[in-house]
């Protein structure tokens, strides 16, 4: 991208502008496209100690860039006859097409991207702050109610343990997000587990607890909407129908799709059904449910997932992290699993079976889910009807990682080499 290119961009209408590649080749990138091979040559994109040793780059060099794209820009802008980027953005009055085009290109109708918006008002087609949208963040349940709570405060600031009681509807989204970014302020760690608890009664809406740090922990009677957990970073969250529902929460979905997307650490406990991409992308959360509609645990790469019930189809489409353990009750599994990158097991390993065993303890304890204690209850007859699902690659990091620590190595320094050895 050169100064040209952000003068272009401005004049279609761009008012921001992002750089990638070209700020990479100042720091020393030679292209090589090996990323995700740990073999970067100039030490870049690599985690192998040697190769980082080679990496050249400095601060300075994508500062003189920048400054030089700022320079060009500057040049066109006084061509133009403009004095700042806002007079510029829109103004494709300014624009037009290339002569001596082919006659292929020639046939691509640019009119509707070159129209002439001299005329119209240049306040309406700029970004002005008295002009921005007011999402009347201080009316969300977590500004009226729970950052206002001295109890909440005393544990933010102070660590002391409180609980506050809330009704919640499904037009109240990202509720404990703000909560969460407010604990984060004072404690970039977080808090000690449930060192703040929310009882929330209703429906939560989209993207409840979203980025919820550790030390908060949402319980929820009822159900939730989309994106349910999305970045949990550390929080707990948990999940049940009311005690007098008229249905089965195991065969009904009570949270939507896409639930802990992007989610890192944390936990998760639904006594009941999710819907489609449960756990897509989770690099690290322990989640438990009780049945997945299509895409569960796509594009996993870390973290356990428990499903005690059935799966939707391309389950494990892209997952090369992490363990997924699925009740297969009527042995329907493989013919939804996607095996491109995953192997499907019995779990007889001792330390597979008490791990799961432990999740499943857990999902009783928070949630009171009757599926889940009739498994305990009869664990030994049901652990037979549950596959382990592994991806391949990562089961080999594991055994490698466990090998070099046995020879004396520490975490980091056995999974750099068992990483090294896999893709070498």
Known sequence: MSGRDVAIAALLGAEEF????????????????????????????TQNPELRKRFA???????NFMIFIARQLREYMARLGVKTIDEMVGRTDLLKVKDGLDAKQTKI????ILVDTSEYDRKLQTFHADLAYDFKLENTKDEMVLLKDKAIKESITKGKKSSVDIELTNIDRTFGTLLGAEITRHNAEGLLDDTIEINCKGSGGQSFGAFIPKGLTLK???DSNDYFGKGLSGGKLIVHAPEDANYDPSENIIIGNVALYGATSGEAYIAGMAGERFCIRNSGVTAVVE??????????TGGHAVILGPTGKNFAAGMSGGVAYVLDEDNTLYK???KQLVNMEKVELKNDKEELKKMIENHVKYTGSKKGQMILDNFDEYIGRFKKIIPTDYKEMLRLTARNEEQGMDREQAQIEAFTELVG
């Open 18 to 45: 992002g750089f990638a590649t070209a700020p990479l080749v100042t720091l020393g990138c030679v292209m090589m496209r090996v990323c995700n091979k740990d073999t970067c040559p100039v030490g870049v994109a």
């Open 291 to 300: 049945g997945v509609g299509e895409h569960g645990c796509e594009y996993m």
């Open 220 to 222: 929820l009677t009822g």
């Open 109 to 112: 109708n640019l009119g509707q």
């Open 336 to 338: 939804n699993l996607n």
């Open 57 to 63: 780059g400095k601060p300075e060099y994508v500062e």
